[in-house]
Structures are given as structure tokens and as C-alpha cells.
């Protein structure tokens, strides 16, 4: 076999000095003026995140929400053949006509079931005040478990403070109906015109070397929270309707009521299952232990439906996310930027793994080639 001559970086010699010199003057090494308009505008932009972290971090939570709204949108025009900015339109007509409906027809239902469940607020203090005097006299512990009422009334008090407290409540109120709206809204105007204004000037803003990879985040990125949505709508819906009908097969006061509460809260990960199920069991409870009984295996077989049969036929693979990230995804987001860190916990992960991916892992290695053993033996 012919040895191969070629000479190797290490056997050209050493590099000449004017020739390094050469080469940090070039234009590689100089130091350009958008090279210090970077820099100051990276600085700026780390003192304004510095200073306005809690309103720009919700800012970006809101678009990002947005977001995730115009991806499923999106996805919905794929099965229907029409341009952009009559599906947009559709899309509000039917929403907007649908919560007219919803308030004509629908709340007076609701409104009544909501008047009965709080009418069961003394049975259910007289209760919780049974609870603690037992535990007192047989046990010992001096336990104070808090009532519905000092739960929503905070505390109470007049005068000054109690005016503050119910603009606190009003800003609150308003809040929560105008945030919806204006993710709404933005979603329906990211459907509308999503490349000409809005994502062909935010790649123009990555250097063109970045450009590629960015696409690619935008493209995996959009492929898993598809994924993901459908996984948690089928999962809200098949659980909202088991358990209006478990509930109603039961005799659980208010079925129609805690069963919607049960498929909406199955948004929240890990504990939204517990919260309605535990809100069910204390309803059906304080009527007939039994029922309340019979009301908490149904919530928990409704659970095990959900997690081993419904979300994993409905959710994308590109979507699956181990229960242990999950778990921590919630304690860092809840943490960092409070309750709607939890419910957007899931598509921020997905956020981080597709830029981690993209930008580290798939730069870095070639993973298709490469084959890593499981590190903990199944």
C-alpha cells in the first residue's frame, strides 16, 4: 500500500508572523462599525431585560401564546383549501358568534349550577370545621384548614383598603377577559399575513449563516406544538366528556358544571387532572360519602383513560415529553414567571429542546449516524 505524501498542516511549517499579522488586519480582525452598533444595542438590550424582566417576560409569554394559537389555526387551514385572510375571518366570525351563543343560551345553565355549587359553601365550612374539631380531640393536632369563604374573600375589610382590594379585583377581572382577546386577535392577524410582515423580517434580522437554522427551528418547532395541541385538546374533550357522564351516572350535584371544569383544568399538566377530580370528590362528599367515594375512582379510572389510551393515540411522537421534565418544567416556569409559566410549562420546553437541537446538538455531531446506549439499563 503507497504511503500517502500529503503533506499535513503540522508539516507546512510554521506560520510567518506577517502573515498572522496580515491576516488580524484583514477584515476578519477589524473591527467594523456594525460591529459596535451590535455591541451597544446587545447591552442595551440586556439593561432593558435587566430592568423590565417580570413586563418583558410576560410580553413574550403573550406572543408566544399567540403564538401556539395561529399554529393550531394553521393547521386547520391545511384542511380547508382558502386563502389566508378569509380563514382568519372565519375563524373570528365563528368564535365571536359562538361566545354570543355561548352567553345567550349556555350561561344561564351555568350561572344556575355556579349559584348552586356556592350555596353549598356552609355544608361546607359546618364540614371542614367537623374535620378539624376531630382531628383536635383524637389526634392532638391543632390543624386550621381554610374555608371557601376566607379562600375568596382574602381577609376582608372596609373603608380605604377595601376600596383598593376591589379595584385590585376589577383590574383583575379586566385583565383576565382582555388578555384572551388580545391573543386572539393576534393570532388571527399571525394567520392572516404570517410571512410578508412578520417572519421574513424577523429572519432578515439573523446573520445569513444563522438563517437556515432558524428556519429549521421555526418549522420542528411548529411540527411539535401541532403535536402537542392535538394531544391536549383530544385529551380536554374525551376527559370533559367522561366525566359529565360518570358524574351524572353518580348523582354528583352540578355533573355538567365539575365535568367542564375536569376537561378544562386537564390543560394544566400533572396537577390540573388532580385539582378537578379533588373538586369533584369534595362535591359529591359533603352530599353522600359514598357518592363521594364512587366520585373519586371515577376521576382516577378517567386519568388512567387519559394517560395510557387517549394521549398517546392523539399525541404527535415529535410532542411525547417524559413526565420528569414535565415535573420540573413547571416548578422552574410556575416559579419564574407564575401561573402562566404553568400553562404554557409544556410548549416552553418544546421551545428550548428545538433551539438546543438545532443550534448545539445537530451543529455539533452527526446524529444520524450516531448511536447512544441508554444510560440506565431497561
Known amino acids: 500500500m503507497a504511503e500517502d505524501k500529503t503533506p499535513t498542516p503540522m508539516a507546512r511549517g510554521p506560520v510567518p508572523a506577517d502573515a498572522v499579522a496580515r491576516h488580524s488586519s484583514g477584515p476578519m480582525g477589524q473591527v467594523r462599525p456594525e460591529h459596535l452598533y451590535r455591541a451597544v444595542l446587545l447591552g442595551f438590550l440586556l439593561a432593558l431585560l435587566y430592568r423590565y424582566f417580570d413586563p418583558l417576560t410576560r410580553v413574550f409569554l403573550m406572543v408566544y401564546a399567540a403564538a401556539i394559537i395561529a399554529i393550531g389555526l394553521n393547521g386547520l387551514r391545511a384542511l380547508i383549501p382558502v386563502q389566508r385572510k378569509w380563514m382568519a ?39 371542614i370545621t367537623q374535620w378539624e374539631e376531630w382531628l383536635h380531640t383524637q389526634m392532638g393536632m391543632q390543624v386550621n384548614i381554610p374555608s371557601p369563604s376566607q379562600l375568596f374573600s382574602g381577609g376582608g ?95 354528583v350535584p352540578n355533573a355538567l358544571l365539575l365535568g367542564l371544569l375536569n376537561g378544562l383544568l386537564e390543560f394544566i399538566p400533572l396537577a390540573g387532572p388532580w385539582i378537578g377530580g379533588l373538586s369533584a370528590t369534595m362535591v359529591a362528599f359533603l352530599v353522600d360519602p359514598t357518592k363521594g367515594m364512587w366520585t373519586a375512582i371515577a376521576a382516577l379510572a378517567i386519568q388512567q383513560i387519559e394517560a395510557n389510551i387517549i394521549t398517546p393515540w392523539a399525541m404527535s411522537h415529535n410532542a411525547e415529553i417524559h413526565p420528569f421534565v414535565t415535573l420540573f418544567a413547571l416548578v422552574l416556569f410556575g416559579s419564574l414567571f407564575g401561573f402562566l409559566g404553568v400553562l404554557l410549562a409544556l410548549p416552553l420546553v418544546l421551545l428550548v429542546w428545538t433551539m438546543v437541537q438545532v443550534l448545539w446538538v445537530e451543529r455539533a455531531i452527526d446524529t444520524d449516524r450516531e448511536r447512544i446506549q441508554p444510560v440506565v439499563p431497561e
Open 89 to 127: 375571518a372565519g375563524v373570528g366570525v365563528v368564535v365571536i358568534g359562538g361566545l354570543v351563543a355561548l352567553l345567550a343560551w349556555g350561561t344561564p345553565l351555568l350561572v344556575g349550577q355556579v349559584k348552586d355549587l356556592a350555596s353549598q359553601g356552609p355544608a361546607m365550612e359546618q364540614q
Open 157 to 251: 375589610g372596609g373603608g380605604e383598603g377595601g376600596a383598593a382590594k376591589v379595584m385590585g379585583q376589577a383590574a383583575s377581572l379586566l385583565e383576565i377577559l382582555f388578555v384572551p382577546l388580545v391573543l386572539f386577535f393576534g393570532a388571527l392577524f399571525a394567520l392572516a399575513s404570517p410571512n410578508d410582515h412578520l417572519l421574513t423580517p424577523m429572519m432578515r434580522a439573523f446573520p445569513e449563516g444563522l438563517r437556515l437554522a432558524w428556519y429549521r427551528i421555526f418549522q420542528l418547532l411548529g411540527e411539535r406544538i401541532m403535536g402537542w395541541l392535538k394531544g391536549v385538546g383530544t385529551a380536554m374533550v374525551g376527559v370533559g366528556a367522561l366525566s359529565v357522564v360518570a358524574f351524572y351516572l353518580i348523582g
